[in-house]
């Protein structure tokens, strides 16, 4: 008994901790808002929401609703959603994001009967929200925990899933003051983790009974991406015959690496596309002075110049078929922590990818090297020095090329299934017709 009302204690007192951190989370929004464009839509987007699903959302709607932190995590539930959508067709999709950069770009999701915020955590926003929503299964995509939307969501009993989560030992789920997020983690009815390492980990502490590895869908996308990618006339003629290096979600450290590595006489014949992880005026502008010879991409499509041998892509949301003209990748942010993007994006091509030193958060960046489709090039060595020489070796080894492209494929391709596992999970458990 002791034990167990210490227990309670510990709970009540992180309790105080996360209103704290909500409170502090908030207030800090509101005075950053009129100075960050993303603070601002954080803030202005969630401005009379509750409102908002209520007139659109009927109480005779049957509705499943899966929530996403960001793009990338939207795209890991995103195969899941369409596959629910196609075996539930008399449900209607809820999807709500925490992130502006989420939920900006994929705000008119096609995919999705409605697209909203999800509203602050609190015990009275978690009550409204699913009175509104009344959904009949609910999905959380990898790191969301939100203490008050999954407590109501389980006294509910609305099945509750977490998919294509990635745990990590230093995690709080793992540590001694880590109780309220083990309660949560504990909500669910099923956890789908990518790897051992993760489901090792809920064994621990006691969460393997509702715990298994499904894999990430993240897989299943870029498959289904690379089978029905966009073409673009204007990249084709701008790569013509020539070998392109595909540069995707950059950042300024990425950028100036990749200028380093074109110094090298040896790749005067390589092309480069280039799409920086943020497109706006000052960072536009920023590239065109580090490449001098470059065109937008826009200015591109309306007037070709045949000596182009750069582009800036300044548009959003066609990097994923973009990779499809490469010869080589080179994936941004592995100059800049926390990490790298999606690399899986450019390797289901069969292509080698490269990127900087922060990818070890990134488990296929990892298991990529491993197998020989990736190379991680290092601050300590001249880092765009030694991407030159690494293109150009590729560049005149057809083999070598062949061999690191054909790795990074059938590495993609061998991780495929994640979808249809929990899908299977879903329509063996519950009965949603």
């Known amino acids: 008994m002791q034990l167990t009302l210490q227990h309670f204690k510990r709970i009540a007192l992180y309790l105080v901790f996360y209103h704290i951190f909500l409170l502090v989370f908030k207030i800090s929004l509101w005075i950053a808002a009129p100075f960050n464009g993303k603070a601002k839509s954080w803030v202005a987007g969630r401005k009379g ?18 929530h996403v ?3 990338g995590e939207f795209e890991q539930g995103r195969p899941l959603l369409e596959q629910l959508r196609i075996t539930y067709p008399s449900h209607k999709i809820l999807l709500t994001f925490f992130s502006p950069s989420g939920y900006e770009v994929q705000k008119n999701y096609q995919g999705a009967d409605w697209v909203f915020y999800l509203p602050m955590d609190g015990p009275n926003t978690a009550k409204r929200f699913l009175d509104i ?25 609305i099945p509750l899933l977490l998919i ?23 909500r669910f009815d099923h956890l789908f983790v990518q ?51 595909v540069a995707g979600s950059t950042w300024p450290g990425d950028e100036k690496v990749i200028a380093r590595a074109l110094e090298n006489p040896a790749l005067s014949g390589l092309k480069l596309i280039i799409a920086p992880h943020e497109v706006n005026d000052n960072h ?5 002075l ?20 750069v582009l800036i892509v300044d548009s959003i949301g066609i990097l994923s078929s973009l990779y499809s003209y490469a010869t080589f990748a080179f994936v941004g942010g592995g100059f800049k922590l926390p990490g790298i993007h999606n690399t899986l994006e450019a390797a289901v091509y069969g292509i080698p990818v490269f990127f900087g030193p922060h990818h070890q958060r990134s488990l296929e960046a990892v298991e990529l090297i491993a197998i020989k489709g990736a190379i991680a090039l290092q601050t300590d060595e001249d880092p ?46 519950w009965s949603f017709n």
């Open 164 to 186: 294509a989560a990635l745990f990590r030992k230093d995690m709080s789920f793992f540590r001694w003051y880590g109780a309220i997020s083990r309660k949560m983690a504990a």
């Open 69 to 71: 932190a960001s793009l």
């Open 290 to 309: 580090l490449f001098p010879t470059a065109q937008l991409f826009s200015s591109y499509q309306l007037t070709p110049n045949p000596t182009t041998t």
């Open 284 to 288: 536009l502008e920023e590239l065109q």
């Open 195 to 245: 790897d051992k390492q993760s489901l090792d980990l809920l064994n621990k502490i006691g969460l393997g009974p509702i715990s298994s590895i499904a894999g990430d869908t993240r897989f299943d996308r870029v498959i289904e991406i690379a089978k029905n990618h966009a073409t673009f006339n204007a990249i084709e003629i701008f790569k013509g015959d020539s070998q392109v290096l």
């Open 49 to 66: 929401v509750l409102k908002k699903m209520r007139s659109q959302i009927n109480p005779q709607d049957r509705v499943i609703w899966m």
């Open 384 to 429: 765009g020095a030694k991407l030159g020489f690494y293109l150009e070796s590729l560049f005149t080894d057809p083999l070598q090329l062949t061999k690191m492209g054909n790795a990074a494929y059938q590495y993609v391709h061998s991780k495929k299934g994640a979808t249809e596992a929990i899908m299977d999970f879903i329509r063996k458990r």
């Open 133 to 157: 929503a009344h959904p009949e299964l609910v999905l959380f995509v990898k790191y969301e925990f939100w203490f008050y939307y999954l407590k109501k969501i389980s006294y509910r009993k």
